[in-house]
Each structure stands twice: as structure tokens, then as C-alpha cells.
């Protein structure tokens, strides 16, 4: 192949990469696959974990592009958010539309090959994770649909394991739930202005950024709870509840780093430390299912 046509490709899927921010599937995949040992108690079959993941990169997509063809316009007047690489002209909505689509097909391409249940649950995985995409324009509780969007994932690894929809996994589920809702509610906090400006709905515009961080905090909280809650549902051992320890430690620090008059450290909030406690509760969450095995 021409180098100049390989390094366009290329040129072309970093672009794709960059659109869907692919580096933050950090964020919903390792509880996926904690979700999925916890189902298989030790290693799923590759198979199995195959799918999962192919699975879960296809919804991801879908729902990142998505999300950015609903918002192009909002993002174009959005200083923060103007040079994103649909309103900046990098990604044309031609192309998104079609990522978007394949993407689609894909997840549910994907669904159908793990099992029954999963195949049939996927239009409606895909209609929340899509429908998200609308829902500040009228409610501001669009925090929790955005946390529901990524707690379909362990519920998800999980029917892709067992074939069914436990408790277990429900606990796991609301725990990521609150998780998500908690910090977007802190990231919610730079567009306070903007928001309220354009007429969008969150907890920070309803209530000021004092009392939306109180929520967040209560949120993250009850989100701990609820992760020390699948570790008993699950038979898990003291690796895990020591992993959830880290988890709800690393909560409190994220708090620590955000005042309602310093926004400064939100991005490290959002990203560096939410990115350690996906990977770290996955990590402890192997390692104990292993160690039981």
C-alpha cells in the first residue's frame, strides 16, 4: 500500500479515536470486567470475555458519536468545547453519522454472538446510552441517565457471562451509576454559565455550585455503599473490600480537589483519579476472584 494513503488511514482513525475520546473507555470497561469475574468466578472463557469487549467498544462508540451529532451546535458556541472535532470541521457529520451507525450494528452484531438475552436487550441498551444525548435539554437529572448510560456495562458482562440479569450485578450497576452521576455533576460545574445561558438542565444550574457538590459527594457515598454491597452479593473476600476501601479513599480525595470557587482541579478529578478507581476496583476484583479460585 502507498505510504501516503496508509498514513491518510491512519491520519483518519486517529481523528475517529479523538472524536469518540476512545482513551475513556478506562471509565465503564474495567467494571465490565469485573462484573464478568465476579459472574464466572476466575477467568471467563475467551470467548466470552472476547465479546464483552468488542461489545462494549461498539456501544461506546456509538454512544460518544452520537452524542456529539446532537451537540455539534451546542459544542460549536461552547468555548471549552468549540475546537471538539465535529464543530472544528476535523470529523465531518457525514462521517459521524456513519461511525455511528456501523458502530450500532456492530454492538448489537456483537450482542447476538455472546447470547439470547443479550441480543434482545441491546435496542434497549442502545436507546438509553443514545438517548442521554437529549436529556439536559429538558431535565436536570440528566447526570443519572449519563450514569445509567455506564452501569448498563456490568449488568451487560454480566448476561454476556451467566445468561441472566442478577442482583449482583444490579449492585454493581448502581454503585458505577452513582459513581458517573456524581462526577459529571462535578464536570457539569466549568459549563455552569454556558449552561444557563443556553438554556440546558443540570444539578449545578439548579442548585449553584455549592450545594450540586454536596449532591456529588452524597452521591459518591451512597455509590461506595452500593460497591461494598456487590462484594458481599458476590461472596467476594477481604482483596475486595480492601479494594473497595481504595475505592471510596480515592472518592474523598477526588472531593478534596474541588471548591465551588476553584475549578482548577476538575479535569485531574475527572480523569487521572476517576481513571485509577475504574482500573483499581477491577484490579482487586481479579485478583480476589484468583486467589479464591
Known amino acids: 500500500m502507498n505510504s501516503g494513503i496508509l498514513t491518510s488511514y491512519m ?33 471467563p472463557a475467551w470467548r466470552e470475555t472476547g465479546w464483552i469487549l468488542f461489545c462494549m467498544v461498539a456501544a461506546r462508540t456509538s454512544a460518544m458519536t452520537f452524542n456529539r451529532i446532537v451537540d455539534c451546535e451546542l459544542d460549536r458556541q461552547n468555548p471549552r468545547t468549540r475546537m471538539r472535532h465535529l464543530p472544528a470541521g476535523i470529523v465531518s ?30 435496542p434497549l441498551a442502545l436507546a438509553i446510552i443514545c438517548g ?31 445468561g441472566t440479569i442478577g442482583w449482583t450485578s444490579i449492585a454493581l450497576a448502581g454503585g458505577v451509576l452513582l459513581w458517573v452521576a456524581g462526577f459529571d455533576v462535578i464536570y457539569a460545574l466549568m459549563d455552569e454559565e454556558f449552561d444557563r445561558r443556553m438554556g440546558l438542565h443540570s444539578l449545578v444550574v439548579r442548585f449553584g455550585k455549592r450545594d450540586a457538590l454536596r449532591i456529588a459527594f452524597v452521591l459518591h457515598i451512597l455509590s461506595a455503599g452500593l460497591i461494598f454491597l456487590f462484594g458481599w452479593l458476590a461472596g467476594l473476600s477481604w482483596i475486595f473490600f480492601a479494594g473497595a476501601i481504595f475505592f471510596a ?26 481513571g485509577i478507581i475504574s482500573i483499581g476496583l477491577f484490579v482487586f476484583t481479579l485478583a480476589d476472584v484468583l486467589w479464591r479460585g
Open 132 to 162: 442521554y444525548s437529549y436529556c439536559k435539554r429538558f431535565t436536570s437529572i440528566s447526570h443519572f441517565v449519563l450514569g445509567l448510560s455506564l452501569g448498563l456495562a456490568p449488568i451487560g458482562a454480566w448476561v454476556g457471562v451467566a
Open 249 to 274: 479513599a480515592l472518592i474523598l480525595y477526588e472531593h478534596s480537589l474541588v471548591r465551588p470557587d476553584d475549578l482548577s482541579k476538575v479535569n485531574i478529578a475527572f480523569f487521572n483519579v476517576n
Open 11 to 43: 491520519e483518519r482513525l486517529k481523528n475517529y479515536l479523538g472524536l469518540v475520546r476512545f482513551h475513556h473507555t478506562v471509565f465503564a470497561l474495567p467494571f465490565a470486567l469485573a462484573s464478568a469475574a465476579a459472574a464466572a468466578r476466575g477467568l
Open 93 to 122: 457529520k457525514k462521517e459521524a453519522i456513519f461511525l455511528w451507525w456501523f458502530s450500532s450494528m456492530f454492538f448489537v452484531g456483537g450482542a447476538y454472538c455472546l447470547n439470547g438475552l443479550a441480543f434482545r436487550l441491546s
